[in-house]
């Protein structure tokens, strides 16, 4: 059975960083596309960023492109995604999302087969 866990997520001043993991198990992600999506309270998830199984294909939403990356470790099957000069409209919580057998990292939710539970972030003034 696969399992997608999220961490790192917490209570952050504007500004600041966090870095996100996705731990995966019970299948290796060395072939699987990862992404990462965000849901506001009482808003649509919404892609954030994805990358392939090599780490070289990345897409990400355009208006967090300079302050996010994505990043994955196959070896420890982990993916992660860095967040600097965090601001409000981040405050979200954060999933992350499998899907193997497929080249391209997909930016929509339906074409994610595995999902994890989410890890809140949270930004303060």
């Known amino acids: 059975q696969v399992q997608l866990v999220e961490s790192g997520g917490g209570l952050v001043q504007a500004g600041g960083s966090l870095r996100l993991s996705c731990a995966v198990s019970g299948r290796t992600v060395g072939d699987a596309v990862m992404g990462w999506f965000r849901q506001a309270p009482g808003m649509e998830r919404d892609f954030v960023a994805a990358?392939?199984?090599?780490?070289?294909?990345?897409d990400y939403l355009e208006a967090v492109q300079d302050r996010f990356t994505i990043s994955r470790d196959n070896a420890k099957n982990t993916v992660y995604l860095q967040i600097n000069s965090l601001t409000a409209v981040d405050a979200c919580v954060y999933y992350c999302?499998?899907?193997?057998?497929?080249?391209?990292?997909?930016?929509?939710?339906?074409?994610?087969?595995?999902w994890g539970q989410g890890t809140q972030v949270t930004v303060s003034s």
């Open positions: 990358i392939d199984w090599s780490g070289v294909d990345t």
């Open positions: 999302a499998a899907r193997w057998a497929v080249r391209r990292p997909p930016v929509r939710m339906n074409a994610y087969d595995h």
